[in-house]
């Protein structure tokens, strides 16, 4: 295997499958923006057809996508994303994992406890093990903002703002704040399992992001994306999400 070939691990209904070929991982990456046509897919991915279509066939059998049809017209086949992206390998993180693991136990030491520190310590577990949790953390918050979204009771973006923030505060997640005058970016001081972190180039904030995204999404029934773009993770001293309307 090429040593700059990236690893996916998908959840199906029959389990777990993982994934290093570059042009399934190109279908699915596209098959992630909705569903899609064969002919699209030959288009977006400048491969023959006889070669998408292979991959295509390898796809279903492994549950990861299915084919439809619609009743106007049978003869053309659009394909849908039937998996949860799960992780994604990346360069084993082990410096900032002994450091973190060292934070940690100072920390208890000096009067901290153990569940304050534990979601950073098993994030940057699986990291230094070369496996990205960040795909399965967003699903994760969004599961928990569905659950939870019945807890708001605005009908507006201010408005649900205000209540996260308030809900933020309650639960000793941070600070939220809404940044502009159109609802459309938070921002989070003291961020509850980021801002003792020190700059490791990335963003860390993911579940958050499926949080916020379910919640609102949920109770104004209009669908949104909410992409973390600054963070203490990238040495930011705060964390900025913008929302946008799907």
Known sequence: MEHNR?????????????????VKLQLLEILKKGMTSFEELV????????TISVHLNDLQKLTLIENR????????????L????????EKPMWEHYDNQMDTFATSILNGGTFRE???CTIRFGMEAYGI???PLLRKLGTDFGTKIMKGFKSNDME???NELSVFWKKHNMGVMSIIDNYGSAVRIDSCHHCCKMPNVGKKLCSMDEGIIESILSNRLGTGYYVQETECYGTGDGHCTFVIEEK
């Open 159 to 161: 408005g649900i703002l």
């Open 82 to 89: 039937n998996s949860l992206y799960l992780a994604y390998s």
């Open 117 to 119: 520190n534990l979601f």
């Open 132 to 134: 990205d949790p960040n």
């Open 43 to 50: 288009e977006q991915t400048g491969k023959a057809k006889s």
């Open 69 to 80: 049809t619609f009743p106007n017209d049978k003869r053309k086949k659009y394909f849908v």
């Open 6 to 22: 990236i690893t996916t691990i998908f959840a199906t209904s029959e389990g777990i499958v993982a994934l290093d070929s570059p």
